[in-house]
């Protein structure tokens, strides 16, 4: 009997991704942005479909179903309403988005058609019933509740219910203009950043922030209930009607027009994004007490764009009261994708689910493309980059040599990751015990902000010796403390210090991954999920004692993480990292030719 696939596919919002199963497995998941370098790429995920295709080497009429992340009229009703709603003040955004949602995202389905070269069975489902089923369906759990929460999908920011073997419920639902997500990105806009990929950064400068403006933000901008249910006072924001996330009277309620991107940052920014944050964990923690009393169960499953802040989540684990949880890694809408093929084979094959106790079905989120050995070598001699090979106990011991005297390396192995994070297959890696190490790897590699955090990659058996946690997170979505013993109290010189002026005091002995408040976002790491990132830590280990190493994604700033030898090689010849691995090949920056870049690539990507 011939296998059964299913295609899902998200795209046209941003972070378009394809997704594939083979009776019931994911074998294949990537975002276009990868392939095409344009980051939150939205286009239809041409390319991802090509890859996710070519790893069975299946075509398109061999697929059994096709699915799509959302629904795209119920999508435009809610637009539409929206405008109405506001007339007159929304006719500038109706009359800038309405041609092209008539033009294009109505005949969704025929362009998926036409992209595709399909004719079979196509399926929809609705945006926070894509991020439940990819929260339930790939988790260990037999039985467990969901939460999901972001922006906005039809009508729904937010959603609660249950998942029973191959079948998810969902119980209730916070509906639009009501929304956590665009509340964090409203502030993310505010203090400069971009909406939909700076979330990230007000996450990372809350700490040296002091909560400041939470009191404001209750008082004026939200009316938070106890069950966690909440409304918005449209009066401060102006995504129902403009184009923009907050209004004039926002500006007046905070004294000042939002910052603009680039310029310096204030305390007063830390005091936002401080503020946001504790009000953001408030409102997850109120919504989960509600899940749990009225489910009754005792494990938790997350997804959409906000299950992304592991800060959050973090507390979630801490202070709330499931006794586990588990986070699709790719929680944002490129995860979508991922969940409306598992709706496809469970509702409409009607397939049962089959769960292994403690065991993800994501394969450590790495699903995407990987290069075979002749293929990374012939690109290699095409560029005549000088390069060596060497069997893997050699490179192994070389790259742990070279990040304990403080080199930073590129490292290129396996699958790429499906997700926002880099876990060991398309990582910048280095050091944690160098106190040099964070503003290096900021500001000579990743060409980003200084205040931005590292995470620490550790052998999973290990954790509970450097952070105060004791469960799996190999997705880098929760933080934790650094364990008291090796914390450095600040003294007070150092704690007369404001914001910023704090990021260079050592504060543990792991201070590349030890952030401003003592807390880290951590990733366990096991032989089973990622043998040669395991044993190269354990090898890092045997020469320095430390189970632990820096891991930031490959990439810098505004360009999507690496796939490719050629995007890291790029990468690697644009930056000041000292070396490269591909595969089984070792370069070093000093032995390579010198690089020409076409075009004003610093200016591209906004560097100093």
Wanted: proline residues 5%; glycine residues 8%.
């Amino acid at each position: 009997m011939s296998p059964t696939y299913i295609l899902g596919i998200s795209a046209f919002y941003h972070d378009s991704a394809a997704c594939l199963l083979r009776d019931g497995e994911i074998i294949a998941a990537a975002q276009e942005e990868r392939f095409t370098r344009k980051k939150g790429d939205a286009s239809f995920p041409r390319q991802a479909v090509e890859y996710c295709l070519g790893i069975d080497g299946i075509p398109v009429g061999d697929l059994a179903y096709v699915g799509f992340y959302d629904k795209p009229l119920l999508k435009f009703e809610r637009i539409l309403e929206t405008y109405l709603g506001t007339a007159p003040r929304g006719f500038r955004s109706f009359r800038l988005a309405g041609p092209l949602w008539i033009k294009e995202k109505l005949y969704t389905d025929r362009q998926l058609r036409d992209e595709l070269g399909y004719q079979g069975d196509m399926l929809y489902s609705e945006h926070h019933e894509s991020h439940a089923a990819s929260a339930f369906f790939p988790s260990p759990f037999e039985e467990a509740a969901f939460l999901t929460m972001d922006g906005v999908g039809e009508w729904a920011t937010a959603s609660f219910g249950v998942g029973r073997g191959g079948d998810i419920e969902i119980l209730k639902e916070i509906h639009w203009p009501d929304s956590v997500g665009l509340l964090y990105s409203a502030f993310t806009y505010y203090v400069g950043f971009k909406v939909n990929s700076g979330e990230y950064k007000v996450m990372g400068l809350a700490p040296y922030g002091e909560p400041k403006y939470v009191d404001l933000i209750y008082r004026e901008l939200i009316d938070l209930k106890e069950d966690g249910s909440f409304t918005l006072d449209q009066r401060y924001f102006n995504y129902l009607s403009g184009l923009t996330m907050t209004s004039e009277a926002f500006d007046r309620l905070l004294g000042a027009p939002p910052r603009e991107p680039e310029t310096k940052l204030t305390q007063r920014e830390m005091d936002l994004a401080r503020s946001v944050q504790v009000v953001c964990e408030e409102i997850m923690l109120r919504m989960a007490r509600t899940v749990h009393r009225e489910t009754g169960l005792d494990r938790l499953c997350l997804a959409g764009g906000v299950a992304l802040n592991c800060v959050g989540n973090g507390r979630l684990l801490r202070e709330g009261p499931f006794k586990e949880l588990w986070i699709q890694p790719a929680a944002g809408d490129a995860g979508g994708a991922l969940g409306v093929a598992q709706l496809a084979w469970h509702r409409q094959c009607r397939q049962p689910r089959r769960v292994t106790p403690g065991k993800d079905a994501m394969k450590g989120a790495y699903l995407g493309p990987a290069y075979a050995e002749p293929e990374i070598e012939t690109y290699l001699k095409s560029i005549n980059a000088a390069y060596r090979k060497l069997d893997r106990e050699e490179l192994l011991h070389a790259v742990a040599r070279l990040l304990a005297d403080e080199k930073v390396v590129g490292w290129f192995n396996g699958r790429m990751e499906f997700g926002p994070r880099a876990l060991g297959a398309r990582s910048i890696l280095g050091d944690p015990r160098s106190p040099r190490m964070q503003a290096q790897m900021n500001i000579k590699i990743k060409f980003r902000e200084g205040f931005r955090p590292f995470a620490p990659s550790v052998l999973r058996e290990r954790v509970n010796d450097y952070f105060e946690l004791d469960v799996d997170s190999p997705y880098m979505l929760l933080v934790a403390p650094v364990r008291k013993e090796r914390q450095i109290p600040m003294d007070e010189a150092a704690d007369r210090l404001w914001g910023i002026e704090k990021l260079n005091v050592l504060r543990s002995d792991i201070p590349a991954v030890t952030h401003i408040d003592y807390s880290a976002r951590i990733q366990t790491v096991s032989r089973e999920t990622n043998p040669d990132y395991y044993d190269l830590i354990r090898e890092f280990e045997c020469l320095t004692g430390c189970a632990v190493l820096v891991n930031t994604s490959f990439n810098v700033r505004g360009e999507p993480i690496v796939c490719s030898p050629a995007d890291a090689y790029r990468c690697f010849m644009r930056t000041h990292l000292d070396s490269l691995v591909l595969g089984p090949f070792l370069l070093e920056k000093e032995a390579q030719t010198e690089w020409k870049e076409s075009g004003n690539w610093r200016q591209e990507f906004q560097l100093d």
